[in-house]
DNA sequence: AATACGGGGGT
DNA sequence: ACCCCAGTATT
């Protein structure tokens, strides 16, 4: 028996239950590929619940608008991809008849769909034989096969794709790429990998030779920078002023408030003051700061503190921004806020219940 | 080929 | 702290 049937016969008994597991149409194979890129299985499953409830066909999808699918989409991160699933719905919608492509380079016409999510599509829906070579891929058979390829350059998939694709069949494909990114989830893990239970150590190189520690090769990231960070949270006529962030840039199309990085020789409220104006045009004086928070992005982390701030003068624009808006508290809920600026508006609405001293003393 | 693009979970 | 995660688009 070839390694490939006792990896069917291994995911056959192991496998996770999966929402869209149950049943692969292919919009629902196309939402949950598009979740899980950079994202863990257990992260997308209650996202991936909601969004099929709220979008239950590719014509519901399309028909919303934009805003209504980032905050489905909110907390999920990589605001792209929801852009381009919108935007792909559309297309699929007015171009094809609400029918995807069914080939693997069909699929890679679409928005946001790429070599990985063109041959998860292609192999779980349509039975294509095409291998899927994510970082799962990546590694077990980096260390199955014994590549030293550093599998941070493009290259490593190349190699990985072309040693695959001989080795697929159609009748199998689903399970088989599936297959593989299950073993590389709950058995040939990054670390520690558990190579007494994998169905594929009787024939894996790493394991045979003792070096499952190091491979597969993997060039180091660069540390990120740190930046300070001032919001303003400025309060007119009990509303409060948010900027929705122009599309295609970091956090595209999510609200925010009015805010920035602090400049050498200046406190965090200065800060905050001239970002505000900077950003809105308006007049401003900070109050009082009431939370810090601190949050990692991809590439940089940040200590962001927001400023309670009374409104002064001048009428609100959009100067970096694609719109500003003056709302109630209570409808902060409803717009899209990237994680940061959440956990602030979570502060602005919370009950100030230890900051209240008692009203008499008996 | 290199870089930008979120956020959560594991060690 | 650092690494990793069912990657894609842009340069």
Redesign the pocket.
């Known amino acids: 028996m070839g390694w490939d049937q006792h990896l069917l016969t291994w995911f056959n008994a192991h496998q996770?239950e999966?929402p869209w597991?149950s049943n692969p149409l292919p919009y629902w194979v196309w939402v949950?590929?598009i979740m899980?890129?950079?994202?863990?299985?257990?992260?997308v499953i209650p996202y991936f619940n909601r969004f099929i409830a709220q979008f239950p066909t590719v014509e519901i999808l399309a028909a919303a608008n934009q805003q209504t699918v980032l905050k489905a989409w909110?907390?999920?991160?990589?605001?792209?991809?929801a852009r381009?699933l919108h935007k792909a719905a559309q297309i699929v919608c007015n171009d094809h008849q609400g029918q995807l492509p069914d080939t693997y380079e069909g699929l890679?016409k679409?928005?946001?769909?790429?070599?990985?999510?063109?041959a998860?599509i292609a192999s779980i829906a349509f039975s294509q034989p095409v291998p899927?070579v994510?970082?799962?891929v990546?590694?077990v058979f980096s260390r199955f096969w014994g590549i030293e390829t550093d599998i941070?350059?493009?290259?490593a998939r190349v190699v990985i794709f072309s040693r695959l694709s001989p080795v697929i069949q159609a009748k199998t494909a689903s399970n088989f790429n599936?297959a593989i990114?299950?073993l590389?989830?709950l058995i040939c893990?990054?670390?520690?990998p558990n190579c007494t239970q994998c169905p594929l150590s009787f024939e894996c190189i790493a394991f045979q030779t003792n070096r499952t520690t190091e491979l597969p090769v993997?060039a180091?990231?660069a540390?990120t920078p740190h930046y300070d960070i001032a919001v303003a949270v400025i309060w007119k006529d009990g509303k409060i002023l948010i900027g929705k962030r122009k599309p295609?840039?970091?956090?595209?199309g999510?609200w925010e408030f009015p805010g920035g990085k602090q400049k050498p020789n200046e406190s965090l409220a200065q800060t905050a003051e001239r970002e505000a104006t900077e950003e809105t045009g308006l007049e401003i004086r900070v109050k009082d700061g009431f939370i810090t928070v601190n949050?990692?992005?991809?590439?940089f982390k940040i200590t962001l503190t927001a400023f309670n701030c009374e409104y002064f003068a001048g009428l609100a624009s959009n100067k970096t921004t694609d719109e500003v808006r003056w709302v109630d508290p209570e409808e902060l809920n409803d717009y899209p806020f990237?994680?940061?600026n959440?956990k602030v508006v979570e502060a602005i609405l919370a009950p100030k219940i230890l900051a209240q001293t008692p009203l008499f003393e008996v």
């Open positions: 996770r999966m597991r949950s590929e899980l890129q950079q994202t863990q299985v257990a992260t909110e907390g999920l991160g990589y605001y792209s991809r381009n890679q679409i928005p946001g769909i790429g070599p990985y999510v063109g998860a899927v994510d970082g799962n990546l590694r941070t350059k493009p290259q599936q990114m299950e590389g989830a893990t990054p670390k520690s993997k180091k990231k540390a295609d840039q970091l956090l595209g999510m949050h990692a992005y991809t590439h990237p994680k940061a959440k």
